[in-house]
């Protein structure tokens, strides 16, 4: 099965916090799991809304095509909240 992004995000954060040589994700029981989750999932919550800065350097970079860099940001951060979850 592959890691969603937010396991893949999770994993990082468990990672760079515990250190190299850190007993690998795969061997973490689920309830070891979920907080960092819960981090990785409120870190790309925080990364929905894109600053202003960032909304200017897509437009310009995208200057005279018909682009919503806005709207393409939004939705593809709400892909990874939503991926994975069962509906």
């Given at each position: 099965m592959?890691?969603?992004k937010?396991d893949?995000?999770?994993r990082?954060?468990y990672?760079r916090?515990?250190?190299?040589?850190?007993?690998p994700w795969s061997?973490l029981t689920?309830?070891?799991?979920?907080?960092?989750?819960?981090d990785?999932?409120?870190?790309?919550?925080a990364l929905?809304?894109?600053?202003?800065?960032?909304v200017q350097?897509?437009?310009?970079h995208?200057?005279?095509?018909?682009?919503l860099?806005?709207?393409l940001w939004r939705?593809m951060?709400d892909?990874?909240?939503?991926?994975g979850?069962q509906?």
């Amino acid at each position: 099965m592959t890691d969603t992004k937010l396991d893949q995000i999770a994993r990082a954060i468990y990672e760079r916090r515990n250190g190299h040589g850190c007993k690998p994700w795969s061997k973490l029981t689920k309830s070891h799991q979920v907080p960092y989750l819960g981090d990785a999932r409120a870190a790309v919550e925080a990364l929905r809304e894109p600053t202003e800065a960032q909304v200017q350097d897509a437009r310009k970079h995208h200057e005279g095509e018909p682009y919503l860099p806005y709207s393409l940001w939004r939705a593809m951060i709400d892909s990874i909240l939503t991926e994975g979850k069962q509906t």
